[in-house]
């Protein structure tokens, strides 16, 4: 067994002796973490208990988290991202959430192909059109939810100095 141990093996002796005497040892890969999850979320949806648990805390963590990424995506922020984490969050136990993510990473990577395939005055323009965009959704949530008009104190700080 000491010869096992120093052979280079980062499981020790335990685990290449436990995968010769035929018991399921899996071999550890880059992803180890999420076979833990994974081992963890199975052991949990084992128990009937457990699963309804499991179904529920799911659907309140992923609700407040795309609640909270949807009211901030008017605002400057990580609303979408929030919202997409949320989804992340439904995609664990929701299988129709696991399809709407993956047709959102789909489109989402086919407009960063599309975007990076154009030269650089195009993806300029498309940077300009989208800053435009936010500086608006900022510009109109603080009239709106505020009732501070940054325009017209603009043109009136410039009207006056």
């Known amino acids: 067994?000491?010869?096992?141990?120093?052979?280079?093996?980062?499981r020790?002796?335990?685990?290449a002796a436990g995968q010769r005497?035929?018991?399921?040892?899996?071999?550890?890969?880059?992803?180890?973490?999420?076979?833990?999850?994974h081992a963890t979320l199975d052991l949990i949806r084992a128990n009937p208990?457990?699963?309804?648990?499991?179904k529920i805390f799911i659907a309140i963590a992923g609700a407040i988290v795309v609640t909270v990424g949807i009211a901030l995506i008017p605002l400057p922020g990580p609303g979408w991202l929030l919202v997409i984490a949320g989804l992340g969050i439904w995609a664990v136990e929701?299988?129709?959430?696991?399809?709407?993510?993956?047709?959102?990473?789909?489109?989402?990577?086919?407009?960063?192909?599309?975007?990076?395939?154009?030269?650089?005055?195009v993806r300029l323009v498309l940077g300009a059109v989208g800053l435009v965009f936010v500086a608006v959704v900022v510009w109109l949530s603080l009239k709106y939810s505020l009732?501070?008009?940054?325009?017209?104190r603009a043109l009136h700080y410039l009207a006056t100095h």
């Open 94 to 121: 929701f299988h129709w959430a696991r399809r709407l993510l993956g047709f959102t990473r789909r489109h989402v990577h086919n407009w960063t192909r599309w975007v990076t395939s154009r030269s650089l005055p």
């Open 1 to 10: 067994m000491s010869t096992e141990r120093g052979s280079g093996d980062p």
């Open 147 to 152: 009732g501070i008009d940054l325009v017209a």
């Open 12 to 15: 020790g002796a335990s685990g």
């Open 49 to 54: 208990t457990g699963r309804i648990t499991l």
């Open 21 to 37: 005497a035929g018991t399921a040892v899996s071999p550890r890969r880059r992803g180890g973490w999420r076979e833990r999850v």
